[in-house]
């Protein structure tokens, strides 16, 4: 068998030529642009490409885009008091602070001084308790990613069997609680469970966010299994030479799967274009306004 190609890459410029369609019409019929802060604390290079890439995307979307760069030597309490100015800002309805934060700030402390109502990456507290809940929230971007991918490829997932790989705050465990709310029966793996292979082949759609290369092979999967792989991870290949690479060994998995995402181009481009449409969700739910399906 060899696996059907899941291309994040088209299905995302799918996504923000419907939130630019979307942010049009926002315009056009309510006077309102949509704007989304992203605040950058540090000089982390990954984080300063993320940021720069979500600043231009939200710019090619038609909305406002606002960027915070502090230096690493900032203060908690002068982040504080940007998040609280930000929160109190009516042009800005999505706020972002891009974590990894210098050590010496309190992450949580941070993540959850933002108003739950622009927090966009859905990591407030009270967001992941309405997402545990069932109730209306801002959904985390990546994990969101994939279920959009996963629902398009095969439709309804109820009674499907799913298994999570990685259970951290941003991936792993949102990820199991979209899954449980398309009623999927979901196992949520990490480090400590026992025989995973094993445990991963009951499965009829595997999720792995690990940050391990490769560490998903083939032997591991039912056969027909949808694999969606959201590790990034930079292998050197020669002497100064790098490339990118999944948790999941791409080739002797795509001859198991019934369809697998590629590394590039498969979950990556899913987490900025849903960062872009939660933020068009925001500002629709903080003006009365429907908001996009
Ligand atoms: P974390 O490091 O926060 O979590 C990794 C998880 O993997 C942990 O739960 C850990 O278990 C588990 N794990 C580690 N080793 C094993 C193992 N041998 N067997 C089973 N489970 C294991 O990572 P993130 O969730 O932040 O990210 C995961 C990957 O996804 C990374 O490669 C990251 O770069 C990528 N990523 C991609 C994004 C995208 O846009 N495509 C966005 C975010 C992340 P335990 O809890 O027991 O330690």
């Excluded at 942010?23 to 605040?39: C, D, K, S, Y």
Aim: aromatic share 2%; charged share 20%.
């Amino acid at each position: 068998m060899t696996a059907a190609i899941i291309d994040g890459k088209v299905f995302a410029a799918g996504i923000r030529a419907r939130v630019a369609e979307h942010v049009t019409r926002l315009r056009q019929e309510h006077g309102i642009t949509p704007g989304l802060a992203v605040v950058l604390v540090g000089e982390d290079p990954a984080s300063q490409v993320y940021v720069r890439n979500k600043g231009r995307m939200t710019v090619e979307a038609g909305m406002q885009s606002f960027e915070h760069r502090l230096s690493a030597e900032t203060s908690e309490a002068d982040l504080l008091a940007l998040v609280q100015r930000l929160n109190a800002d009516p042009a800005v309805h999505g706020i972002l602070v891009q974590l990894p934060l210098p050590g010496h700030m309190n992450a949580d402390l941070v993540i959850n001084a933002i108003d739950p109502a622009k927090d966009v990456d859905g990591f407030h507290i009270s967001n992941v308790g309405r997402l545990g809940t069932g109730q209306k929230a801002m959904v985390p971007c990546t994990p969101l990613g994939c279920l959009m991918l996963l629902r398009d490829r095969l439709g309804s997932l109820s009674g499907l069997d799913a298994v999570v790989i990685g259970r951290s705050n941003i991936v792993g465990k949102p990820m199991a609680q979209l899954l449980l709310g398309d009623s999927c029966t979901v196992t949520l793996a990490h480090s400590r469970t026992r025989d995973l292979p094993q445990v991963v082949r009951r499965a009829d759609i595997v999720v792995a966010a690990v940050g391990r290369p490769g560490m998903v092979t083939g032997d591991w999967l039912k056969p027909g299994a949808t694999v969606i792989d959201v590790g990034i991870n930079r292998i050197e290949t020669a002497p100064g030479e790098t490339r990118l690479v999944g948790d999941c060994d791409f080739d002797s998995c795509a001859k198991v799967a019934g369809a697998i995402t590629p590394v590039p181009g498969g979950v990556g481009p899913m987490t900025i274009a849903c960062l872009l449409a939660n933020t068009v969700t925001a500002c629709c739910r903080a003006k009365g306004i429907p908001e996009p399906e």
